[in-house]
């Protein structure tokens, strides 16, 4: 008697899943899977977009070939890595340490919370060019000033102008601009968390630092695992800023995997080339994104 | 709790404030910009060291896009837009996070790699056969270009999934032997405890169909239907710049958002209260 | 048997009704319609009255902004078919004739007795792709040395003249930075970073192809060019290279701004100065041919751009684009001039035109006439010729870092002759 009602709670909770999936599945195949399913077909192809999607010709690995020697697809791949190993610990370590100031410790919270979130809302142009205004290149530059009469620092860095230091800007501004993005969202589960916990651990005389380390990021795993998938996402997918500020300059400095997938599409209008680039890109954040959610099972059991 | 207690943890809180109120500013500094620069001659825009109180006031930009341009239509359009697109993904996506957060079926690890999968691809790579193909389906110039692939979001229907996991089990399966419906205990138990995360997604989903760029850009070609990213984008001249105007404009344009925004907030703390009773 | 009987009735009558909708359509002589982007577009009267004189063309106009995603978003349509006719700015249009995306007009050019050499002159060298015509000139930016008189008088420095020289040009440059030293930091002049912008000058005498074929960018003409941008930026004769890129610094509301004596800047420069309420600025502009590069250049010298108005391949109304595009040219060069752009349509040139386009700048129509003067001596900085597109974005790749400071020039002419010519072998 009681088995057969476990299978058929089974079997319901199958049902309404699918029912429940059914709207968004059948959009998703629509209008967002078959485009890039497209897209990546064609990374296999030789295809000159004038002829329309009926004239593709096959050419198994040759675009693939290609990449090999290509200083540009290579260099983007190599920064592209450099990019998200700043960017994505960076950004989630300090969303989350913002996210905690801003649940408990501070005064003020909803203007600061706004303020925070204002980046992410600002119209790009306007950042760019408060950003760049800001590093600027000479010594007479916002930042620079501060590098040259407070840390004495005789030689400052040229900033968006230097193959040296463009990266780092763009890091440094990424972190900046997309902060309030995963500040929301961490906060948004930290108002889930149980607070019967916080309570007791407060009894045992636990300080704030102990409750945040011990409690607040244990119970925040999946969220946190959420975000580091996330930013390594976005973190592969960065173009618009790089784009606006040094077109991934000086040479090729600062030139990331989406801007090379740009440049061949629609510079030099191969886009089976281009295809193929997405395809690696896919491949690589594929693989990261699969590790940690292995790492993220492997820490729930 | 003893006063000396209460004093130390007030001065924690008000160096924490501090921390976080310089950073908070600095966040505020591209808006100072925009709004400035929106008071303008463009002759002026670009002046260095950055002078953010305009040495002459313009006033004529707000006007000028406000009355002699086409801004209030794609204000409305996207308004339109976003409205559609928002309202629809938060059906759309709390469902099938439902499906994937609370319930047991054949096939989720499969699917949810999947869904997983489609955020990878870049929007640069696919507009092009993407328009092709919406080409083909009739809905190239359509605000259905716009609202459709943003009901389906993936990034959506994950953040939900993360929610409604989080929230304990005990809770639901009491109410499901008493013998509510999966879409009851969806609808009055889940949804009102996710809250905080439900105005989370509203925000950020408003926010991109707001902001997009790239989507009107390339499926709407008549003005009359298009969003305010790329109207805004009209000021401006071959060589030349209009960043007094677009930033008139966008500073109108973030209205919605922040209004939105300091709304939702309340629900956070609202929820903030509540769930500390249920949890 | 009744069934049967039934549905057969209902078949034939359906297949009529399809029959007739879908005869009725195409014989009502419903005009074509010609769908027309632009970003610079001349006034609805003027496309109204095409519209008047062709009944069977119906204009369907598409304003899209100026800003630098315009191609992108041409070009997505011109390969889906849904426009037909495409607006091309400089350069934009070897690389898309060369990869099939616009049409071949040869035959329409012979069908409606176009004389492309008299109509449009030198200007075609920037739509043709062997001896073939893809698309037509439409509007023409040339550059000159523009000068703030107030600036030159308070300086002490004497006007340009059309014979200037290289020499003459960085003399006022230098006399006016160092007049500026003590009056608010003016620079002598400015140069703007677009790619191949320091090509100007040294286009007078430079080539970029070796006789077999291949990159000449070790021409000393380059050379030299390439260098003397790097010495009026380190001079501080002009706002350096990077300076310009931080501060995100246009030419029009820097130099209308007052911040330098000269600029030199395409005729855009004129529409600009029309618009008082976004520039507002009180002084004389003079306006001067460009310097010649050395004593043994001749003539009055310019530097000259070209957009053109093409037919995508996709295009199912070539016949009829090619009409509106024919007429719009040829027969709308005032409507064109009035936009503060230069026509390309040389039988139109005459001081009435000329007139027109400077209406609103306080420039004269005497001083305008160097933008029509045919006699000026017109070269490029763009380069034509086999994967030209590919060359300038190579070039500008490579020398960036060198006006940053970072390598030297050797290295950067040297990785630029191997990247092209790798290209320029396949």
Redesign the interface.
């Given at each position: 008697m009681k088995k057969k009602k476990r299978s058929e709670?089974?079997v319901?909770?199958?049902r309404?899943?699918?029912a429940?999936?059914l709207?968004?599945?059948i959009?998703?195949l629509i209008?967002?899977?078959?485009?890039?399913f497209?897209?990546?077909i064609?990374g296999f192809t030789k295809w000159n977009?004038i002829k329309?999607?009926t004239d593709i010709e096959f050419v198994g690995l040759a675009n693939f070939q290609r990449m090999v020697s290509d200083e540009r697809v290579l260099t983007a791949i190599v920064n592209n890595i450099k990019y998200s190993i700043f960017y994505v610990p960076i950004t989630i370590g300090l969303a989350l340490l913002?996210a905690e100031?801003?649940n408990k410790?501070?005064?003020?919270k909803?203007p600061?919370?706004?303020?925070?979130?204002?980046?992410?809302?600002?119209?790009l142009?306007?950042?760019a060019?408060?950003?760049m205004?800001l590093f600027?290149p000479s010594a007479?530059g916002?930042i620079n000033s501060i590098l040259v009469n407070v840390f004495k620092i005789a030689d400052p860095p040229k900033w968006f102008t230097s193959s040296k230091y463009a990266m780092t800007g763009i890091i440094a501004m990424s972190v900046?601009h997309d902060?309030?993005?995963y500040v929301?969202?961490i906060?948004?589960?930290m108002?889930?968390?149980?607070?019967?916990v916080y309570e007791s651990a407060a009894m045992d005389g636990a300080n704030?630092v102990q409750t945040f380390l011990k409690i607040t990021i244990p119970m925040l795993k999946?969220?946190l695992f959420?975000c580091l998938?996330?930013a390594t996402?976005n973190s592969?997918?960065v173009?618009d800023q790089v784009n606006i500020i040094t077109e991934g300059g000086p040479r090729f400095a600062t030139t990331v995997l989406?801007q090379a997938?740009?440049h061949y599409?629609f510079k030099e209008f191969n886009?089976s080339y281009?295809?193929a680039i997405?395809v690696v890109?896919?491949i690589m954040?594929?693989t990261v994104?699969?590790l940690q959610r292995r790492l993220e099972k492997k820490l729930s059991v | 709790m003893t006063i000396p207690n209460k004093i130390k943890s007030n001065l924690?809180?008000?160096f924490?404030?501090i921390?976080?109120?310089i950073?908070?500013?600095?966040?505020?500094?591209?808006?100072l910009?925009?709004l400035s620069?929106s008071f303008k001659?463009?002759?002026?825009?670009?002046e260095?060291?950055?002078r953010l109180i305009p040495k002459n006031w313009n006033f004529?930009n707000y006007s000028k896009v406000l009355f002699e341009s086409n801004f209030p239509t794609y204000y409305w359009n996207s308004i339109k837009v976003a409205f559609f697109s928002v309202a629809g993904q938060l059906i759309?996506?709390t469902?099938?996070a439902?499906?994937?957060g609370r319930?047991?079926?054949?096939g989720?690890e499969l699917?949810y790699?999947?869904?997983?999968?489609?955020?990878?691809?870049?929007a640069?790579?696919?507009?092009?056969?993407?328009?092709?193909?919406f080409?083909k389906l009739g809905l190239?110039n359509t605000h259905l270009a716009l609202i459709?692939?943003g009901?389906?979001s993936?990034?959506g229907?994950?953040?939900m999934r993360?929610?409604f996991?989080?929230?304990p089990f005990e809770i639901t399966e009491a109410a499901?032997i008493d013998g509510a419906s999966?879409?009851r205990i969806?609808y009055q138990l889940i949804l009102p405890?996710?809250k905080?995360?439900v105005?989370?997604l509203l925000?950020?989903a408003f926010?991109w169909s707001w902001?997009d760029y790239i989507n009107p850009?390339?499926f709407i070609?008549?003005?009359s239907l298009l969003t305010i990213t790329?109207g805004l984008?009209?000021f401006?001249?071959?060589?030349?710049?209009?960043?007094?105007l677009?930033?008139a404009g966008?500073s109108l344009a973030?209205i919605p958002?922040?209004t939105i925004?300091?709304s939702a907030?309340k629900h956070?703390i609202q929820?903030?209260a509540s769930?500390?009773i249920k949890? | 048997m009744k069934k049967i009987v039934l549905v057969f009735l209902v078949i034939v009558i359906a297949s009529f009704a399809a029959g007739t909708v879908f005869a009725a359509s195409p014989a009502a002589q419903e005009p074509v319609t010609i769908?027309y982007?632009d970003?610079?577009m001349v006034d609805v009267s003027v496309i109204n009255r095409f519209m008047e004189e062709n009944p069977d063309i119906k204009i369907e106009l598409?304003?899209?902004?100026?800003?630098s995603?315009r191609t992108?978003?041409l070009d997505?349509?011109a390969?889906?078919g849904?426009i037909d006719v495409m607006p091309l700015?400089d350069g934009d249009q070897s690389i898309r004739s060369e990869q099939g995306m616009l049409a071949n007009l040869d035959e329409l050019i012979a069908k409606y007795n176009i004389d492309m050499e008299e109509s449009f002159g030198i200007y075609n060298e920037w739509v043709k792709s062997g001896d073939s015509y893809y698309s037509i000139p439409y509007r023409t930016s040339k550059t000159a040395v523009y000068y703030n008189k107030r600036i030159f008088d308070q300086a002490g420095v004497e006007y340009p003249t059309s014979d200037w020289t290289l020499e003459d040009y960085k003399a006022k440059a230098a006399a006016i930075s160092e007049w500026g030293k003590s009056n608010g930091g003016v620079f002598g002049t400015y140069s703007h970073t677009y790619a191949n912008e320091w090509a100007i000058l040294p286009a007078q005498v430079g080539k970029w192809y070796t006789e077999d074929g291949l990159s000449n960018i070790k021409d000393p003409a380059w050379v030299e060019g390439l260098k003397l941008r790097k010495e009026l930026d380190s001079t501080g004769l002009q706002m350096s290279y990077s300076e310009i890129k931080a501060?995100?610094?246009?030419?029009?509301?820097?130099f209308?701004?007052e911040k330098e004596g000269m600029a030199m800047a395409?005729s855009?420069l004129v529409?600009?100065m029309k618009k008082t309420?976004?520039?507002?600025?009180d002084f004389e502009v003079g306006i001067c041919s460009l310097p010649r590069w050395d004593e043994s250049v001749e003539g009055i010298r310019g530097n000259y751009s070209v957009s053109a108005l093409g037919i995508p391949e996709t295009s199912k109304h070539k016949e009829e684009a090619f009409r509106f595009i024919i007429w719009l040219e040829m027969q709308n060069a005032d409507a064109i001039a009035a936009t503060g752009n230069v026509p390309c349509y040389l039988p139109a040139y005459n001081d009435e035109l000329i007139e027109t386009f400077v209406k609103g700048s306080t420039l004269t129509t005497e001083q305008a006439k160097f933008f029509f003067d045919t006699n000026v001596i017109l070269t490029t900085n763009k380069v034509f010729g086999k994967e030209g597109a590919s060359y300038v974005s190579i070039i500008n790749e490579e020398v960036v870092p060198y006006f940053y400071d970072e390598v030297e020039l050797e290295e950067v002419l040297d990785n630029i002759e191997k990247r092209v010519n790798e290209l320029l072998k396949d």
């Amino acid at each position: 008697m009681k088995k057969k009602k476990r299978s058929e709670i089974l079997v319901n909770e199958e049902r309404t899943a699918y029912a429940f999936l059914l709207p968004s599945l059948i959009g998703t195949l629509i209008f967002v899977m078959v485009p890039i399913f497209i897209s990546l077909i064609l990374g296999f192809t030789k295809w000159n977009p004038i002829k329309g999607l009926t004239d593709i010709e096959f050419v198994g690995l040759a675009n693939f070939q290609r990449m090999v020697s290509d200083e540009r697809v290579l260099t983007a791949i190599v920064n592209n890595i450099k990019y998200s190993i700043f960017y994505v610990p960076i950004t989630i370590g300090l969303a989350l340490l913002l996210a905690e100031l801003l649940n408990k410790l501070v005064f003020g919270k909803i203007p600061l919370r706004t303020m925070i979130f204002m980046p992410y809302i600002s119209s790009l142009a306007s950042i760019a060019v408060v950003w760049m205004l800001l590093f600027y290149p000479s010594a007479s530059g916002p930042i620079n000033s501060i590098l040259v009469n407070v840390f004495k620092i005789a030689d400052p860095p040229k900033w968006f102008t230097s193959s040296k230091y463009a990266m780092t800007g763009i890091i440094a501004m990424s972190v900046w601009h997309d902060m309030g993005y995963y500040v929301v969202i961490i906060l948004a589960n930290m108002q889930g968390l149980s607070q019967e916990v916080y309570e007791s651990a407060a009894m045992d005389g636990a300080n704030k630092v102990q409750t945040f380390l011990k409690i607040t990021i244990p119970m925040l795993k999946n969220t946190l695992f959420f975000c580091l998938t996330l930013a390594t996402i976005n973190s592969f997918k960065v173009f618009d800023q790089v784009n606006i500020i040094t077109e991934g300059g000086p040479r090729f400095a600062t030139t990331v995997l989406v801007q090379a997938i740009y440049h061949y599409a629609f510079k030099e209008f191969n886009f089976s080339y281009a295809s193929a680039i997405a395809v690696v890109l896919f491949i690589m954040v594929f693989t990261v994104t699969y590790l940690q959610r292995r790492l993220e099972k492997k820490l729930s059991v | 709790m003893t006063i000396p207690n209460k004093i130390k943890s007030n001065l924690i809180r008000v160096f924490a404030t501090i921390i976080v109120a310089i950073f908070a500013l600095s966040c505020l500094f591209p808006f100072l910009w925009m709004l400035s620069t929106s008071f303008k001659f463009e002759i002026d825009v670009m002046e260095f060291p950055i002078r953010l109180i305009p040495k002459n006031w313009n006033f004529t930009n707000y006007s000028k896009v406000l009355f002699e341009s086409n801004f209030p239509t794609y204000y409305w359009n996207s308004i339109k837009v976003a409205f559609f697109s928002v309202a629809g993904q938060l059906i759309i996506t709390t469902l099938a996070a439902y499906a994937f957060g609370r319930l047991r079926f054949r096939g989720k690890e499969l699917l949810y790699s999947l869904y997983l999968a489609t955020m990878i691809i870049p929007a640069q790579v696919i507009i092009l056969p993407k328009y092709l193909y919406f080409s083909k389906l009739g809905l190239t110039n359509t605000h259905l270009a716009l609202i459709l692939p943003g009901l389906f979001s993936v990034f959506g229907v994950m953040l939900m999934r993360g929610a409604f996991e989080q929230i304990p089990f005990e809770i639901t399966e009491a109410a499901y032997i008493d013998g509510a419906s999966h879409f009851r205990i969806f609808y009055q138990l889940i949804l009102p405890l996710a809250k905080p995360t439900v105005m989370t997604l509203l925000l950020i989903a408003f926010t991109w169909s707001w902001n997009d760029y790239i989507n009107p850009l390339i499926f709407i070609s008549k003005d009359s239907l298009l969003t305010i990213t790329v109207g805004l984008q009209k000021f401006s001249d071959e060589a030349s710049t209009s960043y007094a105007l677009i930033m008139a404009g966008a500073s109108l344009a973030l209205i919605p958002i922040i209004t939105i925004f300091i709304s939702a907030q309340k629900h956070f703390i609202q929820s903030f209260a509540s769930s500390g009773i249920k949890g | 048997m009744k069934k049967i009987v039934l549905v057969f009735l209902v078949i034939v009558i359906a297949s009529f009704a399809a029959g007739t909708v879908f005869a009725a359509s195409p014989a009502a002589q419903e005009p074509v319609t010609i769908r027309y982007y632009d970003w610079d577009m001349v006034d609805v009267s003027v496309i109204n009255r095409f519209m008047e004189e062709n009944p069977d063309i119906k204009i369907e106009l598409f304003e899209i902004a100026a800003n630098s995603d315009r191609t992108t978003q041409l070009d997505i349509l011109a390969m889906s078919g849904d426009i037909d006719v495409m607006p091309l700015a400089d350069g934009d249009q070897s690389i898309r004739s060369e990869q099939g995306m616009l049409a071949n007009l040869d035959e329409l050019i012979a069908k409606y007795n176009i004389d492309m050499e008299e109509s449009f002159g030198i200007y075609n060298e920037w739509v043709k792709s062997g001896d073939s015509y893809y698309s037509i000139p439409y509007r023409t930016s040339k550059t000159a040395v523009y000068y703030n008189k107030r600036i030159f008088d308070q300086a002490g420095v004497e006007y340009p003249t059309s014979d200037w020289t290289l020499e003459d040009y960085k003399a006022k440059a230098a006399a006016i930075s160092e007049w500026g030293k003590s009056n608010g930091g003016v620079f002598g002049t400015y140069s703007h970073t677009y790619a191949n912008e320091w090509a100007i000058l040294p286009a007078q005498v430079g080539k970029w192809y070796t006789e077999d074929g291949l990159s000449n960018i070790k021409d000393p003409a380059w050379v030299e060019g390439l260098k003397l941008r790097k010495e009026l930026d380190s001079t501080g004769l002009q706002m350096s290279y990077s300076e310009i890129k931080a501060s995100s610094t246009v030419i029009n509301s820097s130099f209308l701004g007052e911040k330098e004596g000269m600029a030199m800047a395409g005729s855009w420069l004129v529409r600009d100065m029309k618009k008082t309420d976004k520039f507002p600025f009180d002084f004389e502009v003079g306006i001067c041919s460009l310097p010649r590069w050395d004593e043994s250049v001749e003539g009055i010298r310019g530097n000259y751009s070209v957009s053109a108005l093409g037919i995508p391949e996709t295009s199912k109304h070539k016949e009829e684009a090619f009409r509106f595009i024919i007429w719009l040219e040829m027969q709308n060069a005032d409507a064109i001039a009035a936009t503060g752009n230069v026509p390309c349509y040389l039988p139109a040139y005459n001081d009435e035109l000329i007139e027109t386009f400077v209406k609103g700048s306080t420039l004269t129509t005497e001083q305008a006439k160097f933008f029509f003067d045919t006699n000026v001596i017109l070269t490029t900085n763009k380069v034509f010729g086999k994967e030209g597109a590919s060359y300038v974005s190579i070039i500008n790749e490579e020398v960036v870092p060198y006006f940053y400071d970072e390598v030297e020039l050797e290295e950067v002419l040297d990785n630029i002759e191997k990247r092209v010519n790798e290209l320029l072998k396949d």
